[in-house]
Every structure is written in C-alpha cells, then in structure tokens.
C-alpha cells in the first residue's frame, strides 16, 4: 500500500512538473513506476499517465493547437511503434538511452550549426516515427522532441497544447502496439491503470492555478535547466547499465 501511495505522488508531482514546463515529468513519473513494476510493465503503464495528462493539457488549450504540425508528428507514429513493440523483449534499450541522452545535450548548446527556424512538417513526420519507435524502449521522449516544438513560432500555451496533442497521439499509439504488437493484456491491469489516471488529472489540476505566476522567461529557463538534467540522468542510467553488461 505503501508502494502504492509513494507511486500516486510520483505521478502526480511527475505530471504538475510537465504541465508546468512541457516536459521533464514524463521521466519523473516512469521512475516512480519502475520502483512498483518491472520495466516489461512500467514502459507500457507509463503510456496510460501520459496518455491522460496530455490528453486534459491539449483538451484545455485546444484551441491553441498548431493541428498541421500534430498531424504530420503523427503520421508514422503507429507504424512506428508497431515495429519496436514487435521486438520489443528482444533489443537491450541500454545504447538508446545512451543515444537520446546525447542528442538532448546537443539540443540544447548555442552550438553555431544549431538549425534556425521553424523545422518543417516533413521534419515533424521523422520526429514522429523516431519518437514512436525508440518510446517503445524509453518511455517518456519529451526531451528528445521538445527543441523542435520550442522551434514553433507559438505562444506559450500554443506550445504546451501542440506538444501534448503531438505526444497524446504517440501515447496511444504505444498502447495500440503494446497491446497488439507486444500481446500484453491491458484488461487484468485495469485498477492500476486508473490509480495512475487519476494521480495525472490531479497534477494537470493543480498546475493550471500555478502557470499563471509563471513568466515566460522563468518557462524558458526552466525548459531548458529540465532538459540539460534529465540528459545527464539518462546518460548516467545508460553509462551504468552498459558498465554492468561488460562487467
């Protein structure tokens, strides 16, 4: 019961951290699910957290969302994701931690060759069917695409809304594979689904009160502090795992 309590406030301080920045909870919360489950459970849980929490974001805001933009992200998505979900027991996902947590860095350095400008929607279509596949093994891709959806020529809300509409789509689709790819029965998870559910509309809930006190520049710093310590958290997770496979 314990357990069960600790992981309701993971999730729920997990999903007010993402509502508030975009980003960053997704990781938060699939820690807080691998203290409760195995990962062969907590990667595919974690799908319904975020299926919730961006569904509610993108449902209030709807109105600011850039759909070409969400449209063409989802395009590949399932495909995508269907594919990774096939062999998902199959590929260690130590070295694509290892590769996202790079890319992230990357991302976010005043590196000259940084590409300006807003990417394209064919940009937004390979994002899409990365982010399909590779969060069939990572969980929560947030990170990975946050610098193109900061690209986005949006409002602050315009923001957070595409991002959550673009990973709401993403989120089904790993339920879609999961459940048809990777034969896994969501049915008999059924109670622990809806605990997770409702933790996420709690967090949602309590950020909207609190992103009205928050600045704009306070919400790119933020963004881009999360983004730098969630790559060295990946880094360090896959930097880890790697030493103890060749130990």
């Known amino acids: ?24 909870g997704g990781t938060l919360i699939l ?7 195995p990962p062969e ?30 449209i063409a992200y989802g395009l590949l998505m399932l495909p995508a994701a269907w594919a990774g979900a096939k062999i998902f027991d199959l590929i260690n996902p130590t070295w694509l931690k290892l590769i996202v947590g790079v890319f992230i860095l990357i991302s976010i350095l005043p590196l000259k060759i ?20 590779l969060g069939i ?19 602050r809300d315009g923001n957070i809304a595409t991002k959550s509409a673009g990973q709401l789509l993403l989120q089904l689709s790993k339920i879609i594979a999961f459940g048809g790819a990777a034969g896994i ?4 998870l059924k109670e622990h689904i809806g ?35 969630i790559a060295l958290k990946i880094l360090y997770e896959g930097v880890s795992e790697l030493l103890l496979m060749y130990k």
């Open 185 to 188: 029965n969501f049915m008999t």
């Open 195 to 229: 605990i997770l559910i409702v933790g996420t509309l709690v967090g949602v809930g309590i950020s909207i009160p609190l992103g009205k006190k928050i600045s704009d520049q306070k919400f790119d710093l933020v963004v881009n502090v999360m983004l730098g310590v």
């Open 114 to 133: 940084k590409p300006q400008g807003e990417p394209t929607l064919r940009t937004f279509s390979i994002i899409g069917a990365f982010s399909g596949f």
């Open 31 to 37: 820690a807080g699910l691998l203290i409760v489950y």
């Open 41 to 70: 459970l907590a990667l595919p849980l974690h799908a319904f957290t975020q299926l919730s929490a961006n569904g509610l974001r993108a449902g209030i805001h709807h109105k600011t969302v850039h759909w070409k933009v969400v």
């Open 1 to 24: 019961m314990g357990g069960v309590g600790l992981l309701f406030l993971l999730v729920t301080l997990g999903t007010l951290v993402s509502s508030l920045t975009g980003l960053g």
């Open 137 to 155: 093994f990572v969980g929560a891709v947030g990170p990975m695409v946050t610098p193109f959806f900061n690209r986005l020529k949006l409002s």
